[in-house]
């Protein structure tokens, strides 16, 4: 269950809407709508880069396709162009940026791209220690992908459910709890949490259940974020712990 642990934060989170409705304001030239898609932008540019990482590009070079990439679906209106009934939004990226990589010619002048352009905050560093963590030998580019999308969706949950406990001040508490989330449970017996936290072992396993219970309902936010049809949720949910599991 390791891999729930957060890879990394994102400030602010993608609207938990369905991105149908992202699409049909990407057509819109307003500070709202471009606030909202280049935060999705953000939110999801790892496993992109991770994806051309895994195709052979050094990691500078996949840093400056993933800004291209991104700056190339906002600025040709692909995602108000796009149909989110025909899918999820993962997929409709992943497919984009895999024509655009084999349709492009080598660009060795990046101080091109600049100019008002949406430029993401990339952290070359964070950026290779966390496709340094991929299996790359055992994963297909796509694949890497799927996994990739699926680390960054569950840590965006993780860091949702960290932030509501630091506003309600039981930052602590939350420290303790998310471990049985995300570890194996063998290894933090609820006796251990209870007398860490003063309390008793009943009050941690109904703490537990209103977590794991609250981990659920962001989970199904964030995926029908990503979306075209309520009715995916479900299947891209089993689909995502596959790839985990894969």
Request: with cysteine; aromatic share 8%.
């Amino acid at each position: 269950m390791s891999q729930l642990q957060s890879e990394g934060r994102v400030q602010g989170r993608f609207p938990t809407t369905h991105w149908s409705r992202v699409a049909t304001a990407a057509g819109r030239d307003d500070g709202e709508s471009q606030a909202a898609l280049s935060m999705l932008c953000q939110a999801y540019w790892y496993p992109i880069y991770a994806f051309v990482r895994h195709l052979g590009f050094t990691p500078e070079q996949a840093q400056d396709r993933t800004q291209d990439f991104f700056a190339y679906v906002l600025e040709r209106d692909l995602i108000a162009r796009a149909d989110p009934a025909r899918g999820r939004f993962r997929a409709f990226l992943r497919t984009v940026c895999a024509r655009r990589l084999a349709g492009e010619r080598e660009r060795e002048n990046a101080d091109k791209r600049g100019g008002g352009r949406l430029q993401l905050a990339i952290d070359q560093l964070d950026a290779e220690r966390r496709y340094a963590l991929e299996p790359a030998h055992e994963m297909t580019a796509e694949r890497i992908f799927d996994r990739s999308w699926a680390l960054t969706l569950l840590g965006r949950v993780v860091d949702r459910l960290r932030r509501e406990y630091d506003d309600s001040g039981r930052s602590a508490r939350f420290d303790e709890l998310i471990a049985v989330l995300t570890r194996d449970p063998e290894s933090n017996p609820y006796t251990e949490i209870a007398r860490r936290l003063g309390t008793t072992e009943g009050n941690i396993r109904v703490a537990v259940h209103r977590l794991r219970r609250r981990y659920g309902i962001l989970l199904r936010e964030e995926i029908a974020a990503t979306v075209g049809d309520a009715s995916l949720v479900d299947d891209e949910i089993q689909a995502l712990f596959a790839a985990l599991a894969g």
